[in-house]
């Protein structure tokens, strides 16, 4: 098996057992164990708000511009939102 395809198995199997790979994803916090991902509830609401706007038919951008002036932080504290960062959300969500 290519090296390139272990590695997508591996990350795979991690991602199924909710472990982190790379960054910690928004609607997520990491466990004291430093491995375990575990929900965080307050962005699990905002990805919901995010999947009924997107259901509305609203794009990326009008929806990082809501969140944005509803003054709901980033994952890292910012005010503002970016469209890739909703694209990136909806897209591990879907």
Same mark, same amino acid.
């Given at each position: 098996?290519?090296?390139?395809?272990?590695?997508?198995?591996?990350?795979?199997? +991690?991602?199924? @057992?909710?472990? #982190?790979?790379?960054?910690?994803?928004?609607?997520?916090? &990491?466990?004291?164990?430093? %491995?375990?991902?575990?929900?965080?509830?307050?962005?699990?609401?905002?990805?919901?708000?995010? +999947?009924?706007? @997107?259901?509305? #038919?609203?794009?990326?951008?009008?929806?990082?511009?809501? &969140?944005?002036?509803?003054? %709901?932080?980033?994952?890292?504290?910012?005010?503002?939102?970016?469209?890739?960062?909703?694209?990136?959300?909806?897209?591990?969500?879907?």
């Amino acid at each position: 098996m290519a090296t390139s395809a272990l590695t997508k198995e591996a990350l795979a199997k +991690k991602m199924a @057992r909710r472990e #982190r790979v790379g960054q910690v994803p928004y609607g997520f916090d &990491l466990a004291a164990d430093g %491995i375990t991902l575990v929900d965080n509830v307050g962005e699990l609401r905002v990805v919901e708000m995010i +999947k009924s706007l @997107r259901a509305s #038919r609203k794009s990326y951008r009008a929806i990082a511009r809501e &969140l944005t002036n509803r003054c %709901i932080p980033t994952k890292h504290g910012k005010p503002e939102w970016s469209f890739m960062s909703v694209k990136g959300i909806l897209g591990r969500t879907a």
